[in-house]
């Protein structure tokens, strides 16, 4: 599957309130879902000395998805393709790394 095809089937499952115009319901799901990941992250480190085991990498996995639908909304709400997201964050990474920037702050470097 590739992102078009993951963002138009994902689109049809996206039942919450006003979607196709509705930013702000995608951008707070997607907060809290990452969020649910570092948590999960953090009881790795917590409670079992920072190994990931089978069952809490398949939670992770299910977390992740949920990770990647609430980004599809929010881009299909702006109208923005994910290709167009995930080749633009590679173009500006590898730009990064030919000229040595990798490291360091700041969304201009």
């Known amino acids: 599957m590739n992102f078009e ?13 006003n ?14 879902e990452a969020g649910e990941v570092a948590e999960k992250i953090k009881k ?3 409670d079992k000395g920072g190994k990931i085991d089978d069952e809490t990498r398949e939670a992770i996995k299910k977390e992740l998805g949920d990770v990647l639908w609430y980004m599809a909304q929010l881009a299909t709400e ?3 393709p994910l ?5 633009g964050n ?3 990474l590898y730009d990064r790394m ?3 920037k990798l490291s360091g702050d700041g969304d201009n470097r």
Not at 5 to 17: I, L, M, N
Not at 20 to 27: A, G, K, L, R
């Open 78 to 80: 702006l109208k923005i």
């Open 98 to 100: 030919e000229r040595g």
């Open 19 to 32: 979607a196709s115009e509705n930013y702000i319901y995608p951008t707070l799901g997607l907060a809290g």
């Open 5 to 17: 095809e993951y963002q138009k089937k994902s689109r049809v499952t996206a039942k919450y309130p």
């Open 90 to 92: 590679l173009a500006k």
């Open 44 to 46: 790795v480190i917590r």
């Open 83 to 87: 290709e167009d997201v995930a080749t």
